[in-house]
């Protein structure tokens, strides 16, 4: 079955830049729609943004501008890059598949002061 797998995370100062990645295998599976999310310690998983089959992107207010999600359809790989990075971006981020309950492991970000 399909499976998605998060890489690209670290740690960061503020103001700095990383770019997460999203892999999703087998190959033979399309990506369609995708979903990033960050979960900060003691607080509720959140959504980050979306890009649709197409390309069409939303994000949530507080990466909105910072932050660009794109994909290649080649390479069945959805990526997060993440400008302009602020302490309160720390989270573990997980990227899902659609609105399945295909979620990847987790990479940790961490934004310094």
């Known amino acids: 079955q399909v499976q998605v797998a998060e890489s690209g995370g670290g740690l960061v100062q503020a103001g700095g830049s990383l770019r997460l990645s999203c892999a999703v295998s087998?190959?033979?599976?399309?990506?369609?729609?995708m979903g990033w999310y960050r979960q900060a310690p003691g607080k509720e998983r959140e959504l980050v943004g979306t890009i649709s089959k197409v390309g069409t992107t939303n994000y949530a207010d507080s990466v909105k501008g910072r932050f660009t999600i794109s994909r290649d359809n080649a390479k069945n790989t959805v990526y997060l890059q993440m400008n302009s990075l602020k302490p309160e971006d720390t989270a573990v981020y997980y990227c899902?598949?659609?609105?399945?309950?295909?979620w990847g492991q987790g990479t940790q970000v961490t934004v310094s002061s």
């Open positions: 899902r598949y659609g609105i399945s309950d295909i």
């Open positions: 087998p190959r033979s599976f399309s990506i369609n729609a």
